[in-house]
């Protein structure tokens, strides 16, 4: 399993033993099947130990939640690097951040289905979950404002209509609305980012296998779709994962 708490190696404390037994009860449960007993029995630990370092169930979660999107924006940031360093071109980066997610979710279904699948009943995740949630984003706004500052985007066949579309927060993480004709880049950037895991979810949940031949190539093919309503060419080649 590739999660952040779970490659601690020699972890073994109790808040560890925990997180690691309650991310396995993930895959066969679920978050809302998720229970400070059946954790405690499954980790063989007596129940005010795992209280003490989770009093409740939404502690655990919240922990799992932090975890998960600490892992996954981890895996994208380590693989737009590599890219980065490789001189790749934006396209290029998109295409490799965009396969680091698609490993990381695959290899953890469980915790890919917490952050991205439907919520849990009565669980509401603190604003402690914002900052990591929002690596992947910042990921993928980050290749955006390289390409446009790289001059490697082509502009759009026409903006959105009307008054812009977005949240002054949303503006200000991207660094300010671009000029024309790159005005509603970052509208765009998110209906790249919405494409993105709304293609992982089905792809996770089996939602095309039963209608495409080979999903990791369709999944680099959805990317360059994508991309191309944001100006951004990626790149054609053999998938690695």
């Known amino acids: 399993m590739d999660s952040a708490a779970s490659s601690t190696g ?12 309650a991310r396995r009860q993930l895959v066969k449960l679920g978050g809302a099947g998720l229970s400070l ?14 209280e003490a370092v989770f009093p ?20 994208m ?24 997610l698609r490993q ?9 289905t917490l952050i991205y699948g439907s919520p849990v009943p009565g669980y509401h995740a603190p604003q402690d979950t914002v900052p990591p949630a929002s690596r992947t984003p910042g990921v ?17 066949r026409r ?8 949240l002054p927060a949303a503006v200000e993480a991207f660094g300010g609305v671009p000029e024309a004709p790159f005005s509603d880049i970052i509208e765009r950037g998110i209906v790249l980012w919405s494409n993105l895991i709304g ?8 939602r095309t296998h039963d209608s495409v031949r080979d999903e990791a190539a369709f999944f680099d093919y959805s990317i360059a779709v994508a991309a191309e309503g944001i100006g951004l060419v990626v790149p054609s080649g053999d998938n690695t994962d």
């Open 140 to 156: 993928l706004a980050g290749i955006v404002r390289s390409a446009l500052v790289g001059g490697e985007l082509t502009p759009p």
């Open 10 to 21: 020699d972890d073994v404390t109790p808040k560890a033993v925990v997180k690691d037994t």
């Open 104 to 112: 990381w979710s695959f290899a953890n279904p469980g915790e890919f």
């Open 199 to 206: 293609l992982l979810v089905f792809q996770v949940f089996s």
């Open 77 to 100: 940031e380590r693989a737009d690097e590599a890219a980065v360093k490789a001189g790749a071109p934006a396209g290029a980066r998109l295409l490799a951040v965009t396969r680091a």
């Open 37 to 50: 007993d059946g954790v405690a029995r499954d980790c063989g630990l007596a129940l005010t130990d795992v």
């Open 56 to 75: 409740h169930r939404d502690d655990l979660l919240t922990a799992l939640v932090i975890d998960a999107y600490d892992a996954s924006g981890a895996a």
């Open 159 to 166: 903006a959105v209509p009307g008054p812009p579309l977005l």
